[in-house]
């Protein structure tokens, strides 16, 4: 199962709006709408920000939504703020009932 | 509120075996399945496998089969990973992490994740 594919770096400045794509496989992102993302501050463990594409767990701020075409999903991050710097993964469940991740998107709040 | 606490720090032989423990605490330990993930250093992450802390069923990545071993102990709480047959590219920090319940329904997510553990392996 190879990695999804995502882009290794976005930038932008505090009050834009960033896309960050992660594009598989009709085995994989295209198979279900069972697309996550994480978010990943420096030494610390991954967190959960959207599940299932486009759900965001309690507490997780509305700043942030996912969208999904095809065989590639989308994270938005609107208003950016500098505490939003940060590595994002995508991860989706696979026709093999596994779980693969993109290569992580390291976000700069320029 | 549900948590994972996860062993310490290891350093290992190449060669040699590795077994993490990932306790829980906070929820019905056998209600949520566990996942384990691992990263090398400045790389990303990859799912290595999961288990039902219920039956211990299990499902690993292709090229984890037959080297990780996943159990549980429902008396403990606790998650135990194992890898044989260390090789200095499972340098890592190894993670575990919860599926996702909401108010009684599961979705297809890793929910709650330890702290993670350093493993470095090296002669």
């Known amino acids: 199962q190879s990695a999804l594919t995502q882009p290794a770096s976005v930038s932008g400045s505090p009050g834009q709006s960033i896309t960050i794509s992660c594009t598989g496989t009709?085995?994989?992102?295209?198979?279900?709408?069972?697309v996550s993302w994480f978010q990943q501050q420096p030494g610390e463990a991954p967190k959960l920000i959207i599940y299932?594409?486009?759900f965001r767990p309690s507490g997780v701020s509305n700043r942030f939504s996912g969208s999904k075409s095809g065989n590639t999903a989308s994270l938005t991050i609107s208003g950016l703020q500098a505490e939003d710097e940060a590595d994002y993964y995508c991860?989706?469940?696979?026709?093999?009932?596994?779980?693969?991740f993109g290569g992580g998107t390291r976000l700069t709040v320029l | 509120q549900a948590q994972l606490v996860q062993s310490g720090v290891e350093v290992k032989k190449p060669g040699a075996s590795l077994k993490v423990s990932c306790k829980a605490s906070g929820y019905t330990f056998t209600k949520y399945g566990i996942s384990w993930v691992r990263q090398a250093p400045g790389q990303g992450l990859e799912w290595m496998g999961w288990i039902s802390t219920d039956n211990g069923n299990t499902k690993f990545a292709q090229k984890f089969q037959g080297r990780v071993t996943m159990t549980t102990d429902t008396s403990t709480n606790t998650a135990y990973m194992e890898v044989r047959t260390l090789r200095s590219d499972d340098t890592a920090v190894y993670y575990c992490?919860?599926?996702?319940?909401?108010?009684?329904?599961?979705?297809?997510?890793?929910?709650?994740w330890g702290q993670g553990t350093t493993v470095t392996v090296s002669s």
């Open positions: 009709s085995s994989d992102v295209g198979a279900y709408n069972y």
């Open positions: 991860s989706s469940y696979t026709r093999s009932t596994t779980w693969v």
């Open positions: 992490a919860t599926d996702l319940w909401i108010s009684g329904a599961y979705y297809y997510a890793m929910d709650v």
């Open positions: 299932e594409v486009t």
